[in-house]
């Protein structure tokens, strides 16, 4: 159990905001600034500092942050670990992202389950900003994720490397080959704000001098197998992991469209909190649910 005095600190660098964490902690703005002031006093210097008006953590504060968060994870573990030992039990609680849990993780999941038949498992699909803020919280041990993490913070172990493509309807009037600004003009269907598989195209489009504001039009979908059947009845086209589709491409219900440069692939990776004291059992889930 963390001090509350951390758990306050902890708070504001969720929010980055005096006003919200109060709020959320229940008690009041001078309350939060004196917790503050107190780990200031206490570690000899400051954690937060004001740059044009926005709240941001120092050096001091970073470090004790990212010690702090896995911290709670590990004590969160203990706890769990515990409760597991006193109902007799083991319960492996993890998360994924949407296009590995729904096309990679059940064929492991089905491993798993005829290996250790006397475990559980919580399996959580999510997108990347939601299960690194579960893990933050020590809800979940582990995550496989396609998103972007910050990787000074975790411990993660590369799962695959995998292709990002274009595909469209296998009907739809649009070339095999075709040049990046040519596709502005038609229906981008993209997954929700906060998912590796829109991050990684802004991420490309930025870096090329495009944004998606380019494309004319755009409609935002959370659900694969829903913009996959929309792409299919050609309402528009999507970028996707090929592992995704490759279902889709073999039974020639959608097309793969290749465009001159666009050779992008980007890694999956499995997640814990850095400096765990559970380092080495969390390398052991590595080898059970991936390897």
Known sequence: MLD????????????????????????????????????ENYYGDALFTYTNKALQ???????????????????MHIKKKISDHAMESQTIKFGATLTIGEFMMPDKLN????????????????????????????????????GY?????????????????????????????????????????????????????????????????????ISTISSIHVIKQLVEHNCGISFMYEIAVKKEI?????????IPHFDLCHEFNYIWRKNSVFGDYYQSLFDIFVT
């Not at 660098?13 to 917790?35: D, F, W």
């Not at 990212?66 to 590990?74: F, N, Q, Y």
């Not at 070339?175 to 929700?192: A, G, K, Y």
């Open 250 to 258: 073999e039974e020639k219900k959608l097309k793969r469209i290749e």
């Open 111 to 146: 491993d798993f389950i005829q290996k250790h038949p006397n475990l559980q498992f919580e399996f959580v699909i999510a997108n990347t900003k939601e299960l690194l803020s579960l893990l933050e919280e020590g809800l979940i041990d582990f995550a496989i994720i396609e």
């Open 57 to 75: 953590l120092t050096y001091a504060g970073e470090e004790l942050r990212d010690a702090m968060l896995s911290i709670k994870h590990d004590t």
């Open 149 to 217: 993490f910050q990787k000074g913070e975790y411990e993660f172990k590369t799962v695959s490397n995998e292709k990002y493509i274009l595909v469209c309807g296998n009907d739809y009037t649009l070339p095999s080959v075709t040049h990046f600004h040519e596709l502005f003009s038609h229906n981008l269907i993209v997954r929700e704000n906060g998912s590796g598989t829109k991050e990684i195209l802004e991420r490309y489009l930025s870096d090329h001098g495009f944004s998606l504001s380019d494309f004319k039009r």
């Open 4 to 39: 509350f005095r951390i758990e306050t600190f902890l708070c504001v660098c969720k929010y980055m905001n005096y006003t919200k964490a109060a709020r959320e902690l229940g008690i009041t703005q001078p309350g939060v600034s004196q917790h503050i002031k107190y780990l």
